[in-house]
């Protein structure tokens, strides 16, 4: 009995309560349950089971569910904060809500944080930025040479590691990205601001231009 149960309960248990949701992030009610419509597409795209998993998020973000490389695994591994290889409501909701035109800027800047910080030891080092540099440019179908990318990534940690220890702290970060608004170009996403619309094509960056 519990085992026939257990597929759909599982489903519904990741439709958290709207008003809660709406209490801890930007979104209103009414957006929250527009995000809903939204998610229960995305998750049912590839895998009928009422939860996002990675491929799932990649072909939304990349339109390719097969795309594999380091910024993708940091996108998903951040949605995915509960660290069980799938998305339920609340943890698409919390992670789009850092996106939205209206979150604060600090907020941003420590998610970002996070994308880079490929240890989790609290710190950026050199070659966690590199490699983030690198999924980047691939990203953005740029192809640089090997001591142009050498040349960028040891411009910017020059400029962002002000004390001089080898690696890049949260303050650092910061101040950084305070200098460097570009930086966080990617961590907004102007259509949330209307997500109560017929939603369009959800993809990292739309936004990025004008």
């Known amino acids: 009995m519990g085992g026939k149960a257990s597929k759909k309960d599982r489903a519904r248990s990741v439709l958290a309560d709207p008003i809660a949701l709406a209490s801890e992030t930007i979104f209103t009610v009414s957006e929250v349950e527009a995000l809903?419509?939204?998610?229960?597409?995305?998750?049912?795209?590839?895998?009928?089971?009422?939860?996002?998993?990675?491929?799932?998020?990649?072909?939304?973000?990349?339109?390719?569910?097969?795309?594999?490389?380091?910024?993708?695994?940091?996108?998903?591994?951040l949605f995915d904060a509960k660290q069980n290889g799938q998305i339920d409501f609340e943890e698409f909701v919390q992670a789009l809500s850092i996106f939205h035109p209206r979150t604060p800027e600090s907020e941003k800047i420590a998610y970002a944080f996070k994308l880079y910080d490929l240890g989790h030891t609290g710190y950026i080092e050199r070659e966690e930025l590199k490699e983030m540099v690198l999924a980047l440019l691939?990203?953005?179908?740029?192809?640089?040479?090997?001591?142009?990318?050498?040349a960028i990534v040891d411009k910017t940690f020059k400029e962002t590691d002000t004390?001089?220890?080898?690696?890049?702290?949260?303050?650092e970060w910061r101040e950084y990205a305070?200098?460097?608004?570009?930086?966080?170009?990617?961590?907004?996403?102007?259509?949330l601001m209307d997500v109560n619309l017929a939603f369009p094509s959800f993809v990292l960056g739309t936004g990025a231009e004008d």
């Open 138 to 150: 691939d990203e953005s179908d740029l192809h640089l040479s090997d001591d142009v990318v050498e």
């Open 36 to 77: 809903l419509d939204l998610y229960k597409k995305l998750s049912c795209s590839i895998t009928k089971d009422g939860l996002i998993h990675k491929e799932e998020l990649l072909l939304a973000l990349f339109k390719n569910h097969k795309k594999e490389n380091l910024f993708a695994d940091r996108i998903f591994a």
């Open 178 to 191: 305070a200098r460097n608004p570009t930086l966080l170009r990617n961590m907004t996403l102007p259509y």
């Open 163 to 171: 004390n001089g220890d080898g690696r890049i702290d949260q303050e």
